[in-house]
């Protein structure tokens, strides 16, 4: 929240041509397709590290999902 609360953010130097192109790229097509096109311009470094960052996550889902279960069985043989 501290970084919502204190980042400023300035506005492009073209108003105008931003706004044309926001319409252009409107639509869930041109989204899946920017996407597309952020990920296949990613330096090779920040590509690993985004694949290493998404099995993180899924492993700390894991982790809660079976940890409670693990714990009260070594501890409480339940």
Avoid at 17 to 45: A, D, H, Q, V, Y
């Amino acid at each position: 929240m501290w970084t919502v609360f204190t980042t400023k953010e300035f506005p492009p130097e073209d108003i105008k041509k931003w706004e044309e192109e926001k319409l252009r790229n409107k639509g869930l097509f041109n989204g899946i397709i920017e996407i597309t096109k952020g990920i296949g311009g990613m330096p090779k470094t920040m590509l690993q590290l985004a694949i290493v960052q998404f099995f993180t996550w899924l492993a700390f889902f894991y982790v809660d999902i079976y940890n409670s279960r693990g714990c009260s069985k070594r501890l409480w043989h339940y």
